[in-house]
C-alpha cells in the first residue's frame, strides 16, 4: 500500500486531495501548520501532522512521524491579492518563504529517501496565473512561476533516480478563498489609485462562469502522482484545461 504526503490540508486543494487518495486506498500523511482531524475520516490509514513548511525542524518532525512516503504533494501556499506598488518587501519575502522555499525544502528533505529507493513522485500544485498571468497578483504569479522552473528543471535531474516531478496547475476556484485566506496580507494593498481597476477585476472574477472545483485538482494531483509518462504538465479544471491549449 502506497503512502502519499500531502502539505495544506487544513482546507481547499489540500483537504481534498486527502481525501480523494484516502478514498482510493492509500495512506494519507495530511499535514497542516495547525492540525483539525475533525476535517477528515477517522482511519488507520490517515493521519494528521503538524507542519510548517518554512521551519525546518517541523519539515524533519513531520518526515520523521510520517516514515517511509511514496508520493510529496507540495500543495501549502499562500495567496496574495494587490497592487504590487503598495506590496511591502517583508511581505513579499514572506509570500516567497512558503510558496517557493517551503516547497523547495520539502523536496529536498524527501530525496534522500525515494533516490536511495529509485522510486517517488514529487507534485508541485502551482496555478492557472503561469499560463495567463493575471493583474493584482504579481507576487503571487512570480513565486508560482519560480515553482513552475525549479520542477521542470528538477525533473530532468532525477531521471536516472527513477524519481518523477510533476505539475499541477489549478484554474480559478472561488471555494479556494484565495482572499480571505491571504490575511492581513491584504491590508492596504489596494490604495486609492488602484480602486477603480480592482473593482474591475475582482467584479470579473465573480462573473466568471467556468471555474475550477476542488474535486478537480484533487483528481489531477492524483493522475499526476500515479502517471508514469514523460508528462510534466498537467492543468485542473475547464479554464486552466483552455488556457493550456491556448498556451
Known sequence: MK???ITGCSSGYGLETARHFHARGWNVVATMRTPREDVLPRSDRLRVVPLDVTKP???????????????LVNNAGIGLL???????????RDVFETNVFGVMAMTQ????????????VVVNVTSSV?????????????SKTAIEGFTTSLA?????FNVRVKLVE?????STRFASNSGSRLDGLIPEPYAPFAQRILGAFSQQAVVTRESDVAEVVWLAANDTSPTHRFPAGPDAVALARSA
Open 57 to 71: 525542524e517541523s519539515i524533519a518532525a513531520a518526515l520523521a512521524a510520517s516514515g517511509p512516503i511514496d508520493v
Open 130 to 142: 503561469t499560463l495567463a498571468p493575471m493583474p493584482l497578483v504579481a507576487v503571487y504569479t512570480a
Open 3 to 5: 503512502t502519499v504526503l
Open 109 to 120: 528533505a524527501v530525496l534522500p529517501q525515494f533516490r536511495a529507493r529509485k522510486s517517488g
Open 82 to 92: 494587490g497592487a504590487f506598488e503598495a506590496t511591502p518587501m517583508a511581505t513579499v
Open 170 to 174: 489549478p484554474g480559478y476556484c472561488p
Open 156 to 160: 530532468f535531474e532525477l531521471e536516472s
